[in-house]
């Protein structure tokens, strides 16, 4: 009976697994589950290893699309605090910024900023904050978008 070896790190299963089947691979499952049961391998231990090991690749590659997306929002909610920092202290500091950067970009998109229907007059200071810091942002994030040196 052939002795049971279990790779002890990623580097050691790969490699065992690269000199396994290196001369002839298996066709089938059952056939590279014979050829690693004959290096003294268990098949499933080997399978759980590399299913683990390949899911914590994934988990940390920045090409991972849930990474970058987790990064995307971080940065978007980082950059838009940012906008919160400097607004106006009174309403009518409020109402005008909000009305210039309204038009400003119903002018470039037009349909695309809904919020223009609104009644935003109306609004609590609080509304009108945080309308204002989400209208700078959006216009950074297109001005940042669009080409330079035309």
């Known amino acids: 009976m052939s002795e049971q070896k279990c790779p002890k790190t990623e580097r050691e299963l790969i490699e065992a697994l690269a000199?396994?089947?290196e001369e002839i691979p298996p066709e089938t499952g059952e056939e590279a589950d014979e050829v690693l049961r004959d290096a003294g391998l268990d098949p499933e231990l080997v399978a759980k290893n590399m299913r683990e090991f390949a899911e914590g690749v994934l988990a940390k590659s920045p090409l991972n699309w849930r990474n970058r997306a987790e990064h995307e929002r971080a940065e978007a909610k980082r950059r838009?605090?940012?906008f919160e920092s400097s607004m106006p202290s009174d309403r009518q500091g409020l109402l005008a910024e909000v009305s210039t950067l309204l038009e400003r970009v119903r002018c470039q998109h037009q349909g695309l900023v809904a919020v223009e229907f609104?009644?935003?007059e109306e609004s609590s200071e609080e509304d009108l904050r945080s309308l204002?810091?989400?209208l700078r942002y959006l216009?950074?994030?297109?001005?940042s978008r669009e080409p330079t040196g035309s």
Not at 139 to 143: F, P, R, W
């Open 118 to 120: 609104r009644q935003f």
């Open 19 to 21: 000199d396994l089947f």
């Open 132 to 134: 204002l810091a989400e």
């Open 139 to 143: 216009e950074s994030v297109q001005s």
């Open 80 to 82: 838009l605090r940012g």
